[in-house]
């Protein structure tokens, strides 16, 4: 069946880059997403690629898709405070089907 | 920008009791999603809805609950008699699939507390 698996923490100074990586095992998923959730608040989408694509930068956010080894990461430049949060992997296999969420990496940054 | 709404925000309930949270889309949407998420754990999807109509639906989603677009704006979820695990955290969620279209995007939540 569909599952997303990712790492439940992840700890970077501020200013380092964090990476949090996320693997799938659906190959037919072709939506593959990364939502951030703050503490007590909702899902905001942070970007999304499609799986014909490798790479997707957008500002601070670099989004890198390998999908022969279906793995899936996410790159924050310049970590500040305000990334602090739960970051979700996440995908679908099309733009009207559910989306099948991991559990979830949460960002610790170190002063 | 358009957002999908929620109401209310915070619901505690008696257990047993039923509830209906509600849920306004994106105007133009057609297709419309429950999910929730159990304080600490993972997302997870409850339904979606399309043509007045659900279109698929998790093992999560047994008969005591139901889906519901009663009018041109609204989305309901009803919970017939809540119990003590249904407390969680409810996301609406609405897609635009076309090419131009919007999709992927989540309401603000109604945190569920049963008692």
């Known amino acids: 069946g569909e599952d997303v698996e990712q790492s439940l923490f992840l700890s970077v100074r501020e200013g380092d880059s964090s990476v949090i990586n996320c693997t799938y095992t659906?190959?037919?998923?072709?939506?593959l997403y990364w939502y951030k959730q703050e503490p007590g608040a909702g899902l905001q989408l942070l970007t999304y690629i499609f799986s014909n694509m490798d790479m997707k930068q957008d500002q601070r956010l670099t989004v890198l898709l390998n999908k022969k080894d279906k793995h899936l990461s996410l790159r924050i430049a310049d970590t500040q405070t305000g990334d602090s949060a739960i970051y979700f992997c996440?995908?679908?296999?099309?733009?009207?089907?559910?989306?099948?969420f991991g559990k979830g990496t949460r960002l610790h940054i170190l002063p | 920008e358009p957002e999908v709404t929620q109401t209310p925000s915070h619901q505690v309930t008696q257990m047993g009791q039923e509830v209906i949270l509600r849920c306004v889309p994106i105007?133009?949407?057609?297709?419309f999603y429950w999910y929730r998420q159990i304080l600490g754990q993972k997302v997870e999807f409850l339904v979606s809805f399309y043509n007045n109509e659900i279109s698929e639906k998790s093992e999560i989603f047994d008969d005591q609950f139901s889906v519901e677009r009663p009018d041109g704006s609204n989305f309901t979820l009803k919970i017939r008699s809540t119990k003590l695990e249904d407390s969680a955290m409810y996301f609406c969620?609405?897609?635009?699939?076309?090419?131009?279209?919007?999709?992927?995007?989540f309401g603000p939540g109604t945190r569920l507390t049963v008692l």
């Open positions: 969620a609405s897609s635009d699939p076309g090419l131009a279209g919007d999709w992927g995007f």
């Open positions: 996440a995908e679908s296999m099309s733009r009207d089907d559910k989306i099948i």
């Open positions: 659906d190959s037919s998923s072709t939506y």
């Open positions: 105007s133009n949407h057609l297709y």
